[in-house]
């Protein structure tokens, strides 16, 4: 066995990367090289270091980004981000089940609210229909209850009730 192997072809160093990127536009292998040439330093892959070098050949530092490991080590280093991954995964489940129930409390705070306003407002309307089919409302008696604050107000005279209140 050599001091560097890959367990896998899925841990290859040509396989694609979605956080580091060789500079060629469009290339998808991950960089194996750092060139600290310029103020902005450079990644390149295997297949594209004659195309950085290539320009201006004078003052390219190449340095390897890969270090060799041993099998044992390789294989310890999978297993941790194995375990990382599974953790990762529990994490984004129970974030998923916490928002899932939120949106059922939300869901059902709602809906009682719009029955709530729904009932006043059928309220409010018997009230004017019945105003409007009545002369006489000195005795009238209703029970109007403001269900956003659960107060019941009973009036007994509406015409008094409406002096206090100013609706006249």
Not at 89 to 116: A, C, G, P, R
Request: hydrophobic share 35%; charged share 25%.
């Amino acid at each position: 066995m050599s001091e560097f192997q890959y367990l896998s072809e899925d841990y290859s160093p040509m396989q694609q990367s979605s956080t580091v990127t060789c500079f060629k536009e469009d290339c998808k292998n991950i960089p194996e090289y750092l060139c600290k040439c310029e103020e902005k330093r450079s990644l390149m892959c295997n297949l594209h270091i004659g195309d950085h070098i290539k320009p201006f050949p004078q003052n390219h530092m190449l340095e390897s980004i890969f270090e060799a490991v041993n099998f044992e080590t390789q294989k310890a280093l999978i297993n941790f981000l194995r375990e990382e991954k599974q953790s990762l995964n529990e994490i984004q489940s129970k974030i998923i089940e916490k928002l899932s129930m939120t949106f059922i409390e939300v869901e059902d705070y709602i809906e009682k609210e719009l029955k709530s306003i729904t009932d006043e407002v059928k309220q409010i309307d018997n009230l004017i229909e019945f105003l409007g089919n009545t002369k006489e409302v000195d005795h009238f008696y209703w029970i109007y209850t403001n269900l956003r604050d659960s107060q019941s107000v009973v009036i007994y005279n509406l015409s008094e009730y409406l002096k206090l209140t100013q609706v006249q």
